[in-house]
């Protein structure tokens, strides 16, 4: 029957209805404006009455969807494209890394790296940067304070397989806020120069001793040439250490690292011949102390020269 007049009354639930008084149209309907369920989980329930005729009664059930929680600073990633420019600025909302009283914020920025390569990646700001490289799981690989003796800029340049890595830019000192830029690239495999690189396990590469290498002996005595490596283990984390040359005779050291700047420690692990078949050389070491460690491969002879492939496992 059209025109009689439908109201629809909240009976549970605590929610709210719009156009609750409404008539019924030529086919005898009457269709209510809305129907807010309540705040809570659980039955919800709306009458519907017409003159002297009995309820009808609507039963819907509410569900509670929480939002997931916005992201903590220290879990904010952005993209940075191997061979671009990024650029960001420290602020005080940042993640914040903490030792005892001394508080510096860094920002992270997840990167692909399609090959096993070398790559170099630098921080560039006015303050006095710190960068750090580091696992998706935020193992640390890398970190760097300033490129160059003469520079407040940051640089790694590090030997890794292909994969997703985190690079977090960072200050050197306390506090600090202020614009920044990152940028990476590919870099040349070659280790030389004495130069600082860092390596990860599960790495093989190809290198030459040259007489710009590390010198492991002093002139006026008979130089020893070496290529160093930086590698970070934690506490209990073991790494095998194979060198094998057919042009020298290989020998490698493990030199715990104490300053990251003098690169200095005592030696933890040592080898010149991995048997007595072989003039390869060979170790295993299991981290007592969580630290960066420098892996020496050197000539067992003084003066030599020559091809060698040094793995990490």
Not at 238 to 266: C, F, K, W, Y
């Amino acid at each position: 029957m059209a025109g009689v007049t439908v109201e629809f009354v909240v009976q549970s639930g605590g929610g709210s209805v719009s156009g609750g008084s409404v008539p019924t149209d030529a086919a005898g309907i009457a269709t209510v404006g809305s129907w807010t369920l309540g705040p809570n989980a659980g039955a919800n329930t709306l009458s519907a009455t017409a003159g002297s005729l009995a309820p009808v009664i609507f039963t819907a059930t509410g569900t509670v969807v929480t939002p997931p929680p916005p992201p903590s600073a220290c879990e904010g990633r952005t993209v940075h494209s191997l061979g671009t420019t990024t650029t960001g600025s420290l602020a005080t909302t940042d993640c914040q890394l903490v030792d005892n009283t001394f508080v510096t914020f860094v920002d992270f920025f997840s990167t692909t790296l399609g090959e096993a390569s070398a790559y170099l990646f630098r921080q560039s700001a006015s303050f006095d940067t710190y960068l750090f490289l580091a696992t998706p799981d935020l193992a640390v690989i890398a970190e760097n304070d300033d490129e160059t003796p003469t520079s407040t800029n940051s640089a790694i340049k590090a030997l890794l397989p292909a994969g997703s890595y985190l690079l977090g830019a960072s200050s050197f000192d306390a506090k600090v806020t202020g614009d920044y830029s990152i940028s990476s690239t590919t870099a040349s495999t070659t280790v030389t120069g004495c130069e600082r690189v860092f390596v990860v396990k599960k790495m093989t590469t190809t290198q030459s001793i040259e007489p710009a290498d590390c010198l492991r002996s002093t002139p006026p005595a008979a130089p020893v040439y070496a290529d160093a490596y930086l590698i970070f283990l934690r506490a209990g984390q073991s790494m095998t250490v194979s060198m094998s040359s057919i042009q020298v005779d290989a020998s490698l050291e493990v030199v715990q690292v104490e300053d990251l700047v003098q690169l200095n420690g005592p030696v933890v692990a040592s080898n010149d011949n991995r048997d007595g078949t072989t003039k390869d050389s060979e170790l295993s070491y299991t981290a007592v102390t969580s630290a960066y460690y420098r892996i020496i491969a050197r000539t067992a002879v003084t003066s030599q020269t020559g091809v060698y492939t040094l793995n990490i496992q």
